[in-house]
């Protein structure tokens, strides 16, 4: 791209595939979670390289520096050379997806899961039972 490109936040966020589509990299500008330069940011925010974007996937907070501008989608090698993430953004990133491999499992947290058919009879039976104990 030449120099005197203007790139908009959200197309350049679609080419460097943060996300899928330009509609989902404007719903997350519109929501706050992009930032450039510090400032709050509109879809509609050309950019320069230099520029200092900071995004939010997930839960994890992202800090990239723009090295390039581009208006199409390419491959993701290609994507991958229009920013640069900074070391701390990277340690972050690291440290939350160790976080989630080390993370207890939320199934094996619950003592008991569903009832079993057995259980569910079980159950039936006992209401029946007080139940007639209680009409009296």
């Known amino acids: 791209m030449t120099e005197d490109t203007r790139v908009r936040l959200d197309k350049w966020l ?7 589509t330009r509609a989902l990299a404007a719903d997350e500008i519109d929501r706050g979670r992009v ?5 709050a940011a509109k879809a509609s925010r ?4 230099g520029d200092r974007i900071m995004l939010r996937q997930g839960a994890v907070q992202r800090t990239v ?4 501008l581009s208006t199409t989608r390419g491959p993701a090698p290609v994507a991958q050379t229009l920013y640069a993430e900074t070391p701390d953004s990277i340690a972050a990133r690291v440290k939350a997806a160790e976080d989630r491999r080390l993370g207890a499992e ?6 008991q899961g569903r009832p079993t058919k057995r259980d ?4 039936v039976d006992w209401q029946r039972w007080s139940a007639s104990a209680d009409d009296e």
Do not use: Y
Not at 65 to 68: E, K, P, Q, T, V
């Open 65 to 68: 520096d723009l090295l390039a």
């Open 35 to 39: 930032s450039v330069n510090g400032q």
């Open 120 to 123: 569910r009879r079980k159950l």
């Open 14 to 20: 679609w080419a460097a595939r943060f996300f899928k």
């Open 46 to 49: 050309e950019l320069k390289p």
């Open 106 to 111: 939320p199934a094996q947290a619950m003592e």
